[in-house]
Structure formats: C-alpha cells, structure tokens
C-alpha cells in the first residue's frame, strides 16, 4: 500500500505539507481511490494524530504533490480530538481523546487534484472523494 503526502491549497496562497510520508515514483493510477486516516486507535489521555492517506493517485510523485480546496466533517469525533480543514488549520484528526467509546464521521475531501511540487496550482479537478472514519479510544 502506497502512503501519499497531502496538501492544502489556502485561500490566500499559502502552500501546507502534510508530514510522514515518503517520496515514491509514478503509479500509473489515472484515478484517485482509498482516502484513509490512520491511525484511528487511540486511548484516553494520550495524543493521537490520525493522518490521511490515499491508496490510488495519479500524480507523478516527487514532481508533484496531492492539493485540495477543504475537508468536510459529518458526525461527531471523540472528545478532545480536532477535525481537518482549513477553519481549523489541519489536514489530519488531531489531539488528546478525553473519553473511551466508538465514533464514526463521513469526511469529504474538495476538489482533488495534483499540483507541481511546492505549488498550490490547480491541474485536473478530480472532483471530491468521501470516505467513513471509525475511530475506538480505549479508557
């Protein structure tokens, strides 16, 4: 399984880069699949950042680099714990879980697309992608 890095392109130009992942060659992939956040596992007290990840992408990675417009959240995550998008500032589920239990979201990752390396511009608009997160936090 390929683990991508993803960016956001911010209203006003600035260029964010999602860290932990590793520069792979072309893919041949001509469709994005397989938005994925991990890890999803986390327990109580103890900081967790879950990062996204696609299995499929067509961009011709390190040349060029996975950019969206925005992440759209639906449902409700555990306590302590921040979704991504830009009113936040972030591009992965982030922070402490104040309570044990199980969760689920529906996230929209906007306007998918591949941008030349260190760029913010725009190529083929690949549409948006949705995908269900299932987080568990242990007590």
Avoid at 49 to 59: E, G, L, S
């Amino acid at each position: 399984m390929r683990k991508v890095c993803v960016i956001f392109a911010a209203a006003a130009g600035a260029v964010f880069l999602l860290s932990g992942s590793a520069a792979f060659a072309t893919n041949g992939s001509t469709v994005f699949a397989g938005l994925y956040f991990s890890p999803t596992n986390g327990k109580v007290g103890y900081h967790m950042v879950a990062h996204n990840y696609w299995t499929k992408d067509p961009c011709n990675t390190p040349a060029e680099h996975i950019i969206m417009s925005d992440y759209t959240v639906v449902g409700t995550v555990p306590p302590g714990l921040q979704s991504p998008g830009m009113a936040t500032g972030l591009f992965n589920f982030e922070g402490t879980p104040r309570q044990a239990g199980d969760w689920e979201v529906k996230v929209t990752a906007h306007d998918v697309t591949c941008a030349p390396a260190g760029t913010a511009t725009r190529g083929v608009n690949y549409g948006d992608f949705v995908t269900t997160v299932k987080f568990h936090i242990d007590p």
